[in-house]
């Protein structure tokens, strides 16, 4: 299995151009998460996903738009890029979100993508 | 609203001396996680604690939940290097879905 992907690894971006983030998930996990990390600041929940066809904001989903065509593939757009999304963008996976008494399953993460809005 | 804070925000220590990281909670929390993340990788889950007073232990790790359910501790004894990274946990409310990760405590471990 190999998990948790995204794609690309790297971008360079100019202000105002646009690009989709891809994520897949070979677990058939029902749940997906975009997060941003940046120095100091943890990491951020964008949007998640807790079932195809259905997507939900977090913490700071402006300026970022979401799709869950596939149950497999979360992508993370940004329709005029800034610098200010200038980060890493993470992509998680879970079974469920909540495991009853056990609380919340766990997150899988992708390796991460790396982009520079200039 | 819920207020947690992760302290320390960086951490260095000898080889070989303890490690603990903080998430303290002005709420009560539903549940908590800790992750791993070492430099340029992802998040790697750790364990997970849900009961009042929980204390669980992995080899040298040390995961506690306070009683209130409102502090949690990760703390590792005799640090070696392969410790080193950032240490987050990631919580939610009670009765809450919305998970949140802490702003984590970043490890250095001097050999």
């Known amino acids: 299995n190999a998990g948790v992907t995204q794609t690309p690894k790297f971008r360079v971006l100019k202000t105002g151009q646009s690009m989709t983030l891809l994520c897949a998930q070979d677990?058939?996990?029902?749940?997906m998460y975009w997060y941003r990390q940046d120095p100091g600041m943890g990491l951020r929940l964008i949007h998640y996903?807790?079932?195809?066809?259905?997507?939900a904001k977090g913490e700071v989903p402006d300026g970022y738009n979401v799709s869950r065509l596939k149950k497999q593939n979360f992508l993370l757009g940004l329709e005029s890029a800034a610098p200010s999304q200038t980060s890493v963008y993470f992509c998680a996976s879970s079974y469920f979100g909540l495991a009853g008494e056990e609380g919340y399953n766990e997150q899988f993460f992708g390796p991460g993508t790396r982009l520079t809005v200039l | 609203g819920q207020q947690v804070m992760q302290i320390p925000q960086y951490q260095h220590v000898q080889e070989g001396e303890d490690f603990t990281t903080y998430c303290n909670s002005s709420t009560t929390l539903s549940n908590i996680q800790w992750y791993k993340q070492r430099p340029g990788g992802h998040p790697v889950f750790l364990i997970q604690?849900?009961?009042?007073?929980e204390v669980k232990k992995q080899k040298r790790l040390t995961f506690q939940f306070g009683e209130a359910k409102k502090n949690s501790s990760l703390h590792i004894t005799a640090t070696q290097t392969t410790d080193v990274g950032t240490y987050f946990c990631?919580?939610?409310?009670?009765?809450?879905?919305?998970?949140?990760f802490g702003k984590g405590t970043k490890l250095s471990v001097i050999p």
């Open positions: 604690l849900v009961k009042s007073g």
């Open positions: 996903s807790v079932g195809e066809g259905t997507t």
């Open positions: 677990m058939n996990h029902e749940y």
């Open positions: 990631l919580y939610s409310g009670a009765g809450s879905y919305q998970l949140t």
